[in-house]
């Protein structure tokens, strides 16, 4: 850490700097790759709350805090402002301000975006994602959110609350993952780091680690006007009925619009904002139905998903057009599917329009003609977007074969997959990474479209098996090794006996794959090798 004028620098930047800080009594300090301008001198309590902040980009090298904080100080008082610098003393052309209230970092991106700091010089100013949460995967169903939290403290530090979704079938158990806030990013980034997957076991499951999708930031104005409600946690069994019911007991009948359940959730919409407040006060970790519920504002979806939601709107749920949060969306699309490359599959309604022109297939059906996606990832990464699953994550497992060769296997973690199991392994070895992430694509799209058919999970894996006829998506031969390898075309890989009802659904295989024995517990994924 160095203050202004210890460093090397051009001495007439270091002057202006200097008296910048003489004249405003702010503090400048240069750590860690970063040139820091405040807090405020006479700055007493907290530090401003999250959406304080706004990024500053497209910034001139050689342009500094001495004709950045005037334009910025228009807006408001300026709590701190970094520059990410470089080795030389030039400035990476991006940095941050943060301000005293989220209030002033809208008008900051309102009014500075695309301002001509300099003649025919434009910076960008945007919302800084300040994320502080990150998603935690593969954790065992059976856990509480507070052994969860005591289990992560002896690994990280700086937790402050941790968020556990219960599994639409089963209150008593969780759904598999979890969402952990840190005190600030600097936290989360460095638990992120210690909690890499292969490094760190909770219970003695690997766990997936990664950035939360932050939700949608809506202003103020519009959420002042929202009147309506998003319930989650619900019972399957608990009806519209019992929830108006519910809801009219606290405003009276005459307040509400209507409700509308789907799943384990449910959208309340009520005559005004009032009544929808006192509902939400009085229902809000409350008992219902025997399941503990939690109400909140229902957030207006983006510009951009409206805009589909438009194009598609015969197709949608109305009460889709608020969405909170995304991990307990179902598919929207639930009707017949009558598009192109099926004959009629009973799941989904077609979606032509969406994503110039795609369709997906939920059930293996005869092919009439369907367009090809350039590959199977792809594939799988926008068929789980589209369904609010969240994007597919991906881990490898390098081994070694018996010509000493490097082979790979992947696993795919489909983070808000609503079905038991979120989790899918490779059947087989691949001779890169590559090639496993797309063999690992392949069969968890066959799964997924698989799902419900049980027999699917008593067959041998092999070549004919691992696409059932008739899928739509057209791929390279399944077996990922080229000809002439030294690898078996056929790993001899046979599915041992599927687990009793009474365990976490999974399967067992056991085998030799490539010349060594292994032993695959895919639900959980213990690999004992």
Known sequence: MAHVGDRPCDDDVNARLLALAKTTGYEILQTNGQRKYGPPPHWKGP??????????????????????????????TIYELRLMMDFSGSTRGFGFVQFKNPREAE??????????????????????????????????????????????????EGITDVILYSSVADKAKSRGFAFVEFQNHRAAAMARRKLIPGRVQLWGYEIQIDWAIPENDVDEETMSKVKILYVRNLMLSTTEQTIWKAMASVTGPDCLERVKKLRDFAFVHFM??????????????????????????????????????????RRIHPEMQYVFPAAAYHPQFMNVYNGRGTQGSPHLQSSSSWRNGRTYITVPSPVVGTRSFTTAPEVLSEYCLKNNWGEPLYSFMKMKSVQDDDVYMCRVTIPQYPGDQSQFQTPRVSVSAEAAKILAAEVTQCLLTSAGQSAFFTKEYNHTSVVPPGHAVPQPPAAPFPAGSRMPAQPEITLAYALPPSQAPGYLVHGKVGGYDAQFYDSQYQVHM
């Not at 990024?55 to 228009?74: A, C, I, N, S, T």
């Open 47 to 76: 530090p401003p709350p999250k959406g304080s902040e706004v990024f500053v980009g497209k910034l001139p090298r050689d342009l500094y805090e001495d004709e950045l904080v005037p334009v910025f100080e228009k807006i408001g």
């Open 107 to 156: 008008r900051a991106v309102k009014d500075l975006n695309n301002y001509e700091i300099r003649p025919n010089r434009y910076i960008g100013v945007v919302k800084s994602v300040d994320n502080c949460r990150l998603f935690v995967g593969g954790l065992p169903k059976n856990k509480t959110k507070q052994e969860i939290e005591d289990e992560l403290n002896k690994y990280v």
């Open 272 to 313: 005004d904002r009032e009544h929808a407040q006192a509902a939400m006060e009085y229902w809000h970790k409350k008992e219902l139905d025997g399941s503990i519920v939690e109400v909140m504002w229902a957030k207006p979806i983006q510009k951009g998903v409206q805009r589909y939601s438009k194009r598609t709107s």
